[in-house]
């Protein structure tokens, strides 16, 4: 009788045990290629022979623990529903297009999480419960290609989904495109005054002080900004350092959401596009996961998840529960305050005409546009004043450097 620690043992082993692809041939001269998980080429040789399989070729495939080395972005899951979907479309049954996808793709992390989930299907599972293992995937994803399989269109919920995700991807896109000129401009003119202060002032301040003589005012408060910057730089440092990741941790508790949250629903300009970037975030998920055949609730659910605001998800509530009574969607929506009168008179209308999906999908369109508009002017008013401060503070510098020098040499301004 095998011994507790033995077990454990081989649970080990089992759990780190390596992928090996490989390549053999049955006794009728059939190609076979699948993988499998052992503890050698030598174990992989056996298992075969003991199948009637005639090994040609074994290879190795990066074991499971890449996925800890090696993240998997964003556009890693949206190039692989792309060509999943087209691998579907063009007749291939799912677990040879994730065979062919496992063997194709560059990331190793990913090659390896394909591989896994290629086995998992061959010992009996459906694509969305292997998926569903992995956290890369969202709840959004898992449940629309478990919907798709539920109704025998799972290649055209792949579709939606991959339109879905290349939206939201070329949205976010676009808003980090906007704020390049922004940061880049406040990063320039940052380190120009940090280096004006803790390089050049201090050689003008050695100057001053061999002269001997008074200095204007502007110029002592310059010296005495640039001597606690030197002497105290790295207290400043570990002040900000520390606020920062007290933010960082505030802000991940249910406390700290709630009262970041609030603070978007009530500063003026950031109110309007966060509640945009909402609506239309809402409204893309809801819709596509109706058009995919998900069950309203379990849309209404998932939708609120994705919201990205816990008091207007709290809001959102009351959709489900008006559902689950009979009310439908739009009385609800227009109690929960968060929608303006028009969405709900075009959810009225996509009720009434049983397009739902498609006026949710409509609503999100004119919502992500408003918001790249909203953000475009903001940037544009942002952009002067940005440029108009660094030119006061760097503006600030020169003068009172110039003072004292004419100060120096009694030169009359």
Request: aromatic fraction near 8%; charge should be positive; charged fraction near 20%.
């Amino acid at each position: 009788m095998r011994s507790i620690i033995e077990i454990k043992i081989q649970n080990v082993l089992t759990y780190f045990m390596p992928i090996f692809s490989y390549e053999a041939v049955d006794n009728s001269g059939k190609r076979i290629r699948e993988s499998l998980e052992a503890l050698n080429e030598d174990a992989i040789k056996n298992e075969l022979r003991s199948k009637g399989l005639i090994p040609l070729s074994i290879r190795p495939v990066e074991a499971k623990k890449l996925l800890l080395f090696e993240r998997i972005t964003h556009k890693d899951i949206l190039i692989f529903t792309q060509e999943l979907g087209n691998l579907l479309e063009s007749g291939l049954p799912v677990d040879r297009a994730l065979y062919v996808l496992s063997e194709s793709s560059e990331k190793k992390a990913f090659r390896a999480m394909l591989n896994e989930v290629y086995i998992d299907i061959h010992r009996g599972q459906s694509l969305s419960q292997a998926l569903s293992k992995r956290n890369v995937f969202s709840k959004l994803y898992v449940n629309m290609i478990k919907a798709g399989e539920a109704g025998g269109i799972l290649e055209s919920v792949i579709k939606r989904l991959a339109y879905f995700l290349e939206t939201t991807a070329k949205f976010k896109e676009e808003m980090a495109s906007a704020l390049v000129y922004p940061i880049l401009l406040t990063t320039v003119g940052g380190l120009a005054v940090v280096f004006l202060m803790l390089y050049v002032i201090p050689k003008f301040a050695k100057i001053f002080a061999d002269m001997g003589q008074a200095l204007p005012l502007p110029t002592l408060l310059l010296l005495n900004l640039s001597t606690f910057l030197i002497s105290y730089w790295w207290a400043l440092a570990g002040i900000i350092t520390i606020g920062t990741l007290a933010l960082r941790s505030y802000a991940i508790t249910s406390e700290g959401k709630i009262f970041i949250d609030n603070i978007k629903l009530k500063t003026p300009v950031i109110k309007g596009l966060h509640t945009k970037l909402v609506i239309a975030r809402f409204s893309r998920t809801l819709g596509t996961l109706i058009q995919s055949g998900v069950n309203i609730l379990e849309a209404i659910g998932i939708s609120r998840g994705v919201v990205g605001n816990e008091i207007i998800s709290e809001r959102l509530l009351a959709i489900a529960e008006g559902v689950k009574k009979g009310r439908g969607i739009a009385k609800p929506l227009k109690e929960s305050g968060v929608f303006p009168p028009v969405v709900v008179q075009m959810v009225i209308v996509g009720e009434e005409t049983g397009k739902l999906d498609e006026t949710f999908l409509l609503i999100a369109e004119r919502f992500e546009t408003e918001g790249r508009s909203l953000i475009k002017r903001v940037i544009s008013l942002f952009e002067p004043t940005l440029i108009l401060l660094m030119g006061m503070i760097i503006g600030f510098i020169v003068i009172s450097i110039l003072l004292a020098i004419f100060s120096i040499n009694d030169i009359p301004i």
